[in-house]
């Protein structure tokens, strides 16, 4: 587990300080896939690392696995961090090393005899689908090969953590797909609890079963992660997971209704059922459905030709308990 009790984080200049994390806290189990989300400046980075003690907090506890990082010696620290991979967006690969030895490079450092740190790195090639590639150097590899490297070596030492600080962020959406998919079955396989920062939602969606909202230097929103998408409470969450007004032609002083769908109601026939029982001309101006952890997520704009439809539409709603918001 890792533990984040009030941690702050400051950073000082010569004329001013700039408060880059403030009174977080976050509680991420073992083996979940968490996701922290935010946009640019938000924190996300330096919060995850605060989590390996490369940034240290000025406040506050990261326990990790029962130990508190912030409280133990420089060596307890660094074998600590044997525990702790982590995965950077543009890759920090060794240059003028081939694959192989850049994942023996961590084993190395931990004293591990070549023979075995090979082997343990032919291992990990194996998982990360690149023994071919063995004797190559960064250079001759793709953003994605070279992101699966990076993602063995952070596994070289068998971690119990895995942090990714906007580790698809360099990749094509074909390519961030199938990384997606490799942290994932990582996961599964050998139970490696990953945090995941990014600013894109998607990434959320695709394998977070957790996630936190991150803005301005604060944890605004935290839960799993079909409840968040389904019902964002801060602006900034509507503002990363909901559509723009915008871009779904709502008109101004149109007024509608957005339908949430939380994995259960999916597959009732609400909008047929709507405009059948009540009579009603509903108009679709948007319309987007996820599958997150197996379960069907999604929200559906609506507008009517008048406060009263939307009233008969609301009663009808009520009366089968699906989720809705007003809007306009």
């Given amino acids: 587990m890792i533990k984040i009790t009030n941690l702050s984080k400051i950073f000082y200049t010569e004329t001013s300080k700039v408060k880059a994390l403030e009174n977080i806290n976050l509680t991420i189990n073992d083996g979940d896939i968490f996701g922290i989300i935010g946009l640019s400046g938000a924190g996300k980075s330096t919060l995850v690392r605060c989590i390996n003690l490369l940034e240290r907090p000025n406040e506050g506890e990261v326990i990790v696995g029962g130990v508190d990082l912030t409280k133990v010696s420089e060596k307890e620290l660094r074998l600590a961090r044997r525990n702790i991979g982590m995965i950077f967006q543009n890759f920090n690969l060794l240059e003028q090393r081939t694959v192989i030895g850049n994942i023996c490079f961590p084993l190395e450092i931990a004293g591990v005899k070549r023979q075995d740190a090979e082997k343990r790195a032919r291992e990990l090639l194996e998982i990360v689908s690149l023994t071919d590639k063995e004797n190559a150097y960064p250079s001759q590899l793709s953003g994605g090969q070279k992101q699966r490297v990076a993602i063995a070596r952070a596994l070289a030492t068998n971690p ?13 959406p074909n390519t961030t797909t199938s990384i997606l998919e490799l942290l994932q079955s990582i996961n599964k396989q050998f139970g490696v609890t990953i945090v995941i920062i990014t600013h894109e939602m998607s990434v959320v969606e695709k394998i977070c079963n957790k996630v936190a909202v991150i803005d301005h230097s604060h944890i ?75 379960k069907h997520y999604g929200h559906m704009f609506l507008s009517f030709p008048s406060e009263q439809d939307i009233e008969k539409a609301i009663t009808w709603l009520d009366g089968r308990k699906v989720n809705y918001s007003k809007e306009g």
Wanted: charged share 25%.
């Fill in 220 to 294: 605004v929103e935290q839960g799993e992660v079909g409840e968040i998408f389904t019902n964002p409470k801060s602006e900034i969450a509507k503002q990363l997971i909901l559509p723009n007004k915008s871009k779904i032609n709502i008109q101004e002083g149109q007024k509608g209704l957005r339908l949430i769908f939380n994995g259960e109601s999916y597959a009732e026939p609400v909008l047929s059922g709507l405009v059948r029982d009540c009579g009603l001309d509903a108009n679709v101006l948007f319309a987007d459905v996820k599958e997150i952890n197996g």
């Fill in 160 to 172: 119990k953590y895995l942090l990714c600080d906007e580790a698809t962020s360099a990749l094509d």
